[in-house]
């Protein structure tokens, strides 16, 4: 099998009412794919690849590929990720994300199996939350804690709701106020995307830890080790970060610093299904 073309393509669509997190207003959401084509039928769809570095790289990319046997997912990532030309972190390993995952979309296809199944098939199910309490106008406790019942109404067993975008206290009201409407068994879980400095997470942690908050996620800058560290070291709270880490050296970096509890890793952003599995190997071997 041979790769023959790749191509990206766009969607855009405005959102009923902008919502916000903890540094963030979003007005419209969005999707972008690569598609890789092949000389034998099997067209692999990996998600990513937009905006105009997200082309930029997959168009430079495309040559190196075209020919190539899309099976070698191992080799041609190496052939894409040269941290001194194009990856290491940022935009350009998103694309090389992208392109991967598609990669693996027809390793799946061709095989005739579900990707989780050729990835080792542990479980098939996994537990869920719904993410929201979202900043948004006219949006005060009430209505917030009527979104959160809404969502355990739905059979949710898990919500998220986004922290850090107003003065601490407020936010410790909201947490108040959804923690009060969900009930004690359903799991909390908190998102400041990295709003905080980490003296104020600090002091934000310790006064929602009453409410029992399953995980604090991204509370600092992505490349704020110490400053996870710190913050891990003085609350109970288990800290999720890796949203925005990309690949096993820097999720290696963030075990080194014992930043973090739960690695929330993300294919589409770490450098694909290929450099993923290899931050899971490490989550395991400290597990």
Known sequence: MKITGITTAEYQWPRHTPISNGLHTYTHSGLAVVQIATDEGITGIGLGGGGPIGRATVETLTPLLIGEDPIDVERLWHTMWVPKLIGRRGLTTRAISAIDIGLWDIK???????????????RDRVPTYIAGGYYERNKGLKELQREMTDNVEMGARAIKMKVGAVEIGEDVARVRAVREAIGPDV?????????YRHYDAIRFARRIEEFDPFWFEE?????????????????????????????????????????????????????????????????????
């Open 219 to 287: 509370p600092v800058k992505p490349d704020d080790y110490d400053g996870h560290r710190k913050l891990a070291a003085a609350t109970s709270i288990p800290i999720a970060t890796g949203e925005n880490e990309y690949t096993r050296y820097g999720f290696r970096d963030l075990i080194a610093h014992d930043a973090a509890a739960i690695l929330n890793a993300d294919a589409k952003v770490l450098g694909g299904v290929t450099e993923f599995m290899k931050v899971a190997a490490l989550a395991q071997a400290h597990d």
């Open 187 to 195: 799991k909390l879980l908190v998102d400041a995307n990295c709003a």
């Open 108 to 122: 799946a296809k061709a095989a005739g199996l579900p990707l989780y199944k050729l990835l080792g098939g542990f």
